[in-house]
């Protein structure tokens, strides 16, 4: 079983800037398409931005985009979702989710039912 951690969840007034952070567990052999979902309350699951697992493709949900960036921090050997312009819309519950690919898959993925592991989410709060 894998499980995504996400961290990097606050409260900020519309206009600022977040940084969420999501690490997969390594395993060997495995290769991990990675996106970013978000719910509020009462709503259903939805899509955020994705990332294949070599990083060559990356999608965005047309509410976020121009807004947020998906991208691999090798340092830190995590997935980030950098969120700037934050809109009171925005708050949500996000939560990171992986999907084992084969070598080589360029392919982003940005179904809910797509993915096999989920992290357990962290809040984003904005304030008008």
């Known amino acids: 079983q894998v499980q995504p951690v996400e961290s990097g969840g606050g409260s900020v007034q519309a206009g600022r800037s977040l940084r969420l952070s999501c690490e997969v567990p390594?395993?060997?052999?495995?290769?991990?398409?990675v996106g970013w979902f978000r719910q509020a309350p009462g709503q259903e699951r939805e899509f955020v931005a994705a990332?294949?697992?070599?990083?060559?493709?990356?999608d965005y949900a047309d509410s976020v985009q121009g807004r947020f960036t998906i991208g691999r921090d090798n340092v830190k050997k995590t997935i980030d979702l950098q969120m700037n312009s934050l809109k009171p819309e925005d708050t949500a519950v996000y939560y990171c989710?992986?999907?084992?690919?084969?070598?080589?898959?360029?392919?982003?993925?940005?179904?809910?039912?797509?993915?096999?592991?989920w992290g357990k989410g962290t809040l984003v709060t904005v304030s008008s």
């Open positions: 989710a992986a999907k084992s690919v084969y070598f080589g898959n360029a392919w982003s993925f940005t179904d809910v039912k797509d993915y096999d592991f």
């Open positions: 390594e395993r060997t052999n495995d290769n991990w398409a």
């Open positions: 990332m294949s697992a070599s990083g060559g493709r990356t």
